[in-house]
């Protein structure tokens, strides 16, 4: 059994899960930060693949992800990742399957990180009324309803977003931190020099 949260339920223990979602054009860094860092935290992540399991990023790396979007459950999801990008953040906007794990997120109060562009698929769905947010500079006009921030990350509720490839890191720490405490966070940065 991979790493992960296990909690029990009655005497049957299961495993949370967190979904990082890459679609064609994504931005590497903010992909594969929060994928390694999690991991890192022993915490159960999968990537998924949107139209297929080999995405191609916007630099040119190619990632074959752990599953396609035909292959997702929302069964003991725990937080679902959106990097940004372009044109990535256009076609994870565009996913059917996206936009579906998102009203679940915000309709059942789990957690949701979303970086760089990818904030604006929020605001373009209205979600962010009275949220303090942040985003890549430029995208603050469709981050409808929003407050907006000049920090690198911000957390509002269950709701972790980040400005741009540079916060990845930080962005990434702070889902680890929200998850499992800010003593394990701090520990797995340390850990990493």
Not at 42 to 53: D, P, R, S, W
Not at 162 to 167: I, M, N
Not at 172 to 183: A, D, N, P
């Amino acid at each position: 059994m991979k790493g992960g949260a296990v909690y029990t339920v009655g005497y049957k223990p299961f495993i949370l899960m967190i979904y990082v979602f890459f679609a064609h054009g994504f931005e590497e860094i903010e992909a594969v930060t929060p994928v390694d860092i999690l991991r890192r935290a022993e915490l159960e992540v999968v990537t998924v693949g949107i139209g297929a399991k080999t995405i191609t990023g916007s630099h040119g790396i190619t990632v074959h992800c752990d599953i396609s979007d035909r292959e997702t459950s929302s069964k003991n999801l725990e937080m679902i990742v959106l990097p940004g990008g372009l044109p990535g953040t256009l076609n994870l906007e565009k996913s059917k399957v996206v936009q579906a794990y998102i009203d679940h997120v915000i309709e059942n109060g789990i957690w949701l990180g979303a970086i760089c562009a990818a904030p604006s698929i929020l605001g373009h769905k209205g979600v962010l009324a009275g949220k303090t947010v942040t985003c890549f500079p430029g995208y603050e006009e469709q981050l409808t309803g929003a407050v907006i921030s000049p920090e690198r990350v911000v957390q509002d509720g269950k709701l972790i977003t980040g400005k741009g490839a540079g916060a990845a890191k930080e962005f990434s720490l702070r889902l680890v931190q929200c998850l499992l405490g800010k003593e394990r966070a701090d520990l797995l940065e340390a850990s990493m020099q």
